[in-house]
């Protein structure tokens, strides 16, 4: 049993990374459920500080993830135009894939900061910031997710 449970860490882990570049898939927390069935078998024995810590880095960079490109947008001189924008276009770019997921806040800043009567210059610039944020957030997770696939390495050898 504990050989199936550490295969189905292992797959979660997978998952994981995998989920933290393509939209939909909540790779950190797929990721931390493999800690979790890790743990119950007889080979890992994480402290419940190491769970702990780990369960609220995931639950920051999950909530990170979708923060992030509104922040970018506003740290690149966007407006609240942007700000909406960039999140209408996460939200509704997840239903096309990594493409809309990457492409929605980049055309909702733009688009929102056109709307609130910016020159497309400013706009731009400030579809480039949700751009950036967005690729902040993917980095995050994948590192994360790469951290704890390590550590469950480390506890199974």
């Given at each position: 049993m504990d050989i199936f449970l550490l295969i189905v860490a292992g797959l979660c882990m997978l998952v994981g990374i995998i989920g933290s570049i393509?939209?939909?898939i909540p790779g950190p927390p797929i990721a931390y459920l493999g800690l979790l069935i890790a743990q119950i078998t007889?080979?890992?024995d994480?402290?419940?500080?190491?769970l702990l810590v780990w369960g609220v880095i995931v639950v920051l960079v999950s909530v990170l993830d979708f923060l992030v490109p509104a922040w970018g947008t506003k740290r690149y001189g966007g407006?609240?135009?942007?700000?909406?924008?960039?999140?209408?276009?996460?939200?509704?770019?997840?239903?096309?894939?990594?493409?809309?997921?990457?492409?929605g806040p980049l055309i909702g800043a733009i688009i929102g900061e056109l709307l609130g009567g910016?020159?497309?210059k400013e706009a731009l610039k400030s579809g480039?910031?949700?751009?950036?944020?967005?690729?902040?957030?993917?980095i995050a997770k994948l590192i994360c997710c790469g951290i704890m696939t390590v550590r469950l390495i480390q506890a199974v050898f």
């Open positions: 393509v939209p939909g007889k080979q890992v994480f402290s419940w500080q190491f407006t609240k135009y942007g700000v909406w924008g960039s999140t209408i276009g996460l939200l509704v770019g997840l239903f096309w894939g990594a493409g809309g997921v990457v492409a910016k020159e497309i480039w910031g949700s751009f950036l944020g967005i690729l902040f957030g993917m």
